[in-house]
Nanobody, 124 residues
Framework: QVQLAESGGGLVQAGDSLRLSCEAS????????LGWFRQAPGKEREFVAA????????DYLESEKGRFTISRDSAKNTVYLQMGSLKPEDTAVYYC?????????????????WGQGTQVTVSS
């Protein structure tokens, strides 16, 4: 079994930055992709970014490129999401997820393990 634990959320002002962390524990040897998703109240969960465990490939939604950066620290079994120039529209619960798929994918259904989420609130 795999457990994921997010941290780093909070209340910030528009234009501020945050770094979210997700630590994976348990049997992680078969995990190949790590992703970040977010869900705002009344909205569907949406893909934010993903990275393969080797760190050689990353993926972002086009609208997020330039503001968000995903990275990982294999020694710590941790994936990060660095968010800059935050906007009120970024307010959501952010979830990390892990998949045993052999390639990066944006579909949430492909991710087998999920954290409990961390709240990010951006005030104007």
């Amino acid at each position: 079994q795999v457990q994921l634990a997010e941290s780093g959320g909070g209340l910030v002002q528009a234009g501020d930055s945050l770094r979210l962390s997700c630590e994976a524990s348990g049997r992680t040897s078969r995990l190949y992709n790590l992703g970040w998703f977010r869900q705002a109240p009344g909205k569907e969960r949406e893909f934010v970014a993903a990275i393969n465990w080797s760190g050689s490939t990353v993926d972002y939604l086009e609208s997020e490129k330039g503001r968000f950066t995903i990275s990982r620290d294999s020694a710590k079994n941790t994936v990060y999401l660095q968010m800059g120039s935050l906007k009120p529209e970024d307010t959501a619960v952010y979830y990390c997820a892990a998949s045993s798929m052999g390639r990066i994918i944006r579909e949430s259904s492909a991710y087998e393990y999920w954290g409990q989420g961390t709240q990010v609130t951006v005030s104007s």
